[in-house]
């Protein structure tokens, strides 16, 4: 019995090591800025960490003084941010690692990378728990026959389990894409979000032809103005997808001259998480939209761009402690569950 009990522990022990996503702070509590010791600095920080898969990235940095601009390897060992894939300008910046491979990160601001303000990393992908070994039968113990069942004149109904919603993908315009519509102006996009919900965890995807268009998301007062100033986050290589974090509603326009003024803005509204409560047939949505399998389309929501003001910045992130406290309530009901088991 005890051996079981370690038995136990142990896969429980593998389970957590690998279910947990981690929170790296670049540069820790110096944050991200130019360095005294310049490249090295943060190339020296990254050494120590592991990246994987689903982790994040958060900049900490003075608003206005810095940014946080993705690039391509070319860009990141010339110092070039003028064809940034994102370039994040409010702190804190948090940037998950969805792919796996190699990442370059600068600061786009003048001399503050060639100063040494710029970061790479290599993500690897996430490790997924080993199937948990079964414990072995001791020939000494011997089992109690269990006495016979009485016989029921039904079967008692099995329960159906309820199937969790996944996240589903967005294409911004269906088939038009991300342009200046040519009949509707504005309205063309807000008629495109209004028969959709969307949900946190689902991702806008915006097709434009590149150098002709690109993805500001904005504050409401900015939506409203068509004010390209001060951008909460840019995307200029298409296509850009977007996953969209947090409730709210959220402001996107083109930050090209005339363009936002013409019509090509987009304004919604996100709810709740994704939930597992069980959902009747539906038709699927309109458009290019991609639901992930499991998923089902759920009422409207599309905000309406006088609504509420947007465009604030959340606090920063715990670090991830927060992730390995979830993993570990899990675990310890996994290890009173099966240790019940065993005593039984």
């Given at each position: ?29 110096t ?21 994987k ?5 958060v ?71 080993s199937?948990a ?115 709210g ?15 090509q803005?987009l ?75 065993f005593?039984?």
């Amino acid at each position: 019995m005890a051996r079981n009990l370690v038995l136990v522990v142990a896969i429980v022990a593998t389970l957590l090591h690998g279910s947990a996503a981690t929170s790296h702070v670049v540069g820790d509590s110096t944050g991200w800025t130019i360095p005294s010791g310049g490249a090295s600095f943060y190339t020296n920080w990254a050494s120590k960490q592991t990246f994987k898969q689903g982790d994040t990235l958060v900049f900490n940095f003075a608003n206005g003084q810095h940014d946080v601009a993705k690039v391509t390897k070319s860009a990141y060992d010339a110092c070039n941010g003028s064809n940034a894939i994102t370039t994040v300008t409010t702190s804190p910046a948090t940037i998950t690692l969805n792919q796996t491979g190699q990442h370059y990160f600068i600061c786009a601001f003048t001399g503050h990378c060639a100063a040494g303000q710029k970061l790479a990393v290599t993500v690897a992908k996430a490790s997924s728990p080993s199937p948990a070994p079964q414990p072995s039968s001791s020939p000494k113990a011997a089992s109690p026959t269990p006495a016979p069942a009485p016989k029921s004149s039904s079967p008692a109904p099995t329960p159906a389990s309820a199937p969790a919603s996944a996240p589903v993908t967005y294409t911004v315009g269906g088939s038009s894409g991300w342009i200046i519509p040519t009949s509707g102006g504005a309205s063309f996009y807000t008629s495109w979000a209004s028969g959709k919900t969307f949900k946190v965890g689902d991702i806008l995807v915006f097709n434009f032809a590149k150098n002709t268009h690109n993805v500001e998301e904005v504050t409401k007062n900015n939506y409203d103005a068509c004010s390209t100033s001060s951008p909460i986050a840019t995307y200029n290589a298409p296509p850009v997808r977007v996953t969209l974090n947090k409730t709210g509603e959220h402001y996107f326009i083109c930050g090209f001259t005339g363009h936002c003024s013409a019509g090509q803005k987009l304004a919604i509204n996100v709810t709740g998480g994704t939930s597992s409560t069980p959902s009747s047939p539906s038709p699927s949505p309109s458009g290019s939209e991609t639901p992930s399998p499991g998923s089902s389309p759920t009422n409207p929501s599309s905000p309406s761009p006088a609504g509420s003001s947007g465009g604030s910045t959340s606090p920063p992130p715990k670090d991830s402690g927060a992730a390995s406290l979830k993993a570990f309530g899990f675990s310890a009901t996994l290890i009173s569950v099966v240790a019940a088991a065993f005593f039984c």
